[in-house]
């Protein structure tokens, strides 16, 4: 199955990502490759995430305080819908669907 990321998805990738390079060197990137490690797990167990309503998802990083929300489209298709803090904001991530 492929994984597309939401472009609001992939700015929060990037701006987290950013945020962690910051603070140390090699951060970010450990945090990408969380991510990816995660979403390539989704993409082969699509019904692994914890549900959070009738098309979502949700699977927490093993590292990193986030979560990965994301839906089955269409076809063979992931979409990551949010790269969430778990304790900030909970919910925003549902005006995107």
């Known amino acids: 199955m492929n994984v597309i990321f939401l472009p609001a998805a992939q700015e929060e990738l990037a701006a987290t990502a950013a945020y962690l390079?910051?603070?140390a060197a090699g951060l970010g990137a450990e945090f990408v490759n969380d991510v990816e490690r995660i979403s390539a797990l989704a993409s082969t167990l699509p019904?692994?995430?914890?549900?959070?309503?009738a098309i979502h998802r949700?699977?927490?990083?093993q590292r990193f305080p986030y979560n990965l929300i994301y839906r089955i489209g269409d076809g063979s298709v992931l979409v990551v819908v949010a790269v969430a803090h778990k304790r900030r904001r909970p919910g925003?991530?549902?005006?995107?669907?």
Not at 47 to 53: E, K, M, P, Q
Not at 58 to 61: Q, W
Not at 92 to 97: G, L
Request: no cysteine; aromatic share 16%.
């Open 21 to 23: 390079d910051d603070r």
């Open 92 to 97: 925003y991530w549902r005006s995107r669907t």
């Open 58 to 61: 949700r699977l927490t990083l």
């Open 47 to 53: 019904n692994i995430g914890y549900s959070l309503d």
